[in-house]
Every structure is written in C-alpha cells, then in structure tokens.
C-alpha cells in the first residue's frame, strides 16, 4: 500500500532530497552515464541513501545506473533480512550484489573485531567496483558523521580530517561520495521513519560505539552553548586559517 504524506511531510521529504541533489552538483559526484554502487549497511541512512539516488533519477536530463552491495560476513554475527532488500532494490530498479565473505577475526592479532571487520568489508567493495567497471563509490554518511569523525581525530590522534564528500582513490579509479554530506543525522531519522525504513540488521555484538558516543557527547555540549556549532564544525574544516595556527 502506497503511504499518503501530508503537505508538511512532502515539503521535508522534497527538502531532503533536494538537498542530497544540492552536495551531489556542487561537488560533481554524479555525471551522464555514470555506474554508481551503493553500499548498503542496513541501516537507515543507506537505505536512504539508496532511494534517494534511485527517486532522483526520475527528474533527471542526465540518466545514470545504480548498484547495490551488501557484504555478508559469515564469521560475524551479524543479520540483515536479505529477501526484504531484494524486494526493496527491485522495486528501486537496482542491481543488488551480495557478496559472502570472512573477516577472519581470529588471524587479526591485536587489531580490535569491529577495525578487522570494517577493513575487509572495505576490500570487498572495492574488488567488486573494479570487478564491475564500477568507478563510484557511494556512502551514507551524513554530516554528523563528518563532525563526529573530526572531533575524534583531533582528540584521538592529533590529526584535523574527517570524511571528504568525495574522495579519488587508487589513482583517480574509483571515487568514494558521499551524497547525504549536507545532511543532519536527525534529518534521516527522520526521512526514514517516514518512508518506512526500518534498521535490517541486528547490531554486531563487537561493534564500539564508546570514542563515537563520547564525541557526540561533546558535541551535544557545543550546541547547547551554540545552536549553530554542529553546522560551525563542519563549515570549519573549510575555513582553516594557517595563519593563526602553530
């Protein structure tokens, strides 16, 4: 059944897709005939992310594929209701990849599970864009996301990065994007929620949210002084002045 939005809800819905289309032209993410793979977690914001990109491409002059990958790792106990995405990617017009793969938790010496885990999911997305021709990338991180990264940088390893909207990789043959970029996590919980995405996985006993909640903490801190300092933050990264740095 076709779910019935009122005007407010439509006017947000609208909003955060256009939105989402704002940070892909300003930054070039997606061009004419370009293949896109997404890669789908399971939770809400590639879910999201995936229907975004696939609604976009109705109002579009240009015309582009969309892909879908889900890493499977059978070593992990991890679960996400595959046949529900099957379903979802076909009724988006979306090839979707399963790939099963091991992390191999036991060989990974005194890295932590959740690093181990992360790192070959990487590794499988990136055989399966090359194995594909596939030369984007895309990601469902948002702009908290970005902030939070940045605060635990600096905090962690005295390092000022974060995760760039759009990054060139292996000499210019892939590029990682980020479409949600411009978008708050509230703003997708939100879009979820009223689209009907619930969370398909249940939450891996070795995932460490701890330095990530204690940034967010931190956060949450700046914004009760400011109400801007979530959207200062990641303007900032923008806006560094050498000149009065050490």
């Not at 582009?64 to 992990?76: F, R």
């Not at 956060?219 to 923008?238: C, D, H, V, W, Y």
Request: include cysteine; hydrophobic fraction near 40%; charged fraction near 25%.
């Amino acid at each position: 059944m076709v779910k019935r939005f009122n005007k407010e809800e439509q006017a947000f819905i609208q909003k955060v897709r256009q939105t989402a289309g704002k940070a892909i032209n300003h930054y070039k993410m997606i061009g004419e005939n370009n293949k896109v793979m997404v890669a789908v977690s399971g939770g809400k914001d590639s879910l999201s992310l995936l229907e975004i990109l696939s609604s976009r491409r109705k109002g579009m002059p240009i015309t582009y594929q969309l892909h879908a990958a889900h890493i499977i790792t059978e070593d992990v106990p991890y679960q996400i209701d595959t046949e529900w995405l099957q379903h979802f990617c076909d009724d988006l017009d979306v090839t979707l990849h399963l790939v099963h793969t091991r992390a191999n938790l036991e060989t990974a010496g005194k890295k932590k599970p959740c690093f181990a885990c992360s790192k070959n999911r990487r590794k499988e997305l990136f055989q399966l864009t090359h194995s594909l021709g596939i030369k984007k990338l895309a990601f469902g991180h948002h702009l908290d996301d970005a902030v939070e990264t940045l605060v635990m940088n600096m905090a962690q390893h005295a390092n000022i990065s974060s995760i760039p909207p759009q990054l060139e990789m292996f000499d210019g043959k892939l590029e990682l994007i980020r479409p949600l970029t411009l978008l708050m996590d509230a703003e997708m919980k939100r879009y979820a929620d009223l689209l009907g995405f619930q969370s398909l996985k249940q939450e891996c006993p070795y995932e460490d949210h701890t330095i990530r909640k204690k940034a967010r903490d931190i956060i949450e801190q700046m914004t009760s002084i400011n109400p801007k300092a979530r959207i200062n933050l990641f303007n900032s990264m923008k806006k560094i002045d050498f000149d009065y740095l050490p």
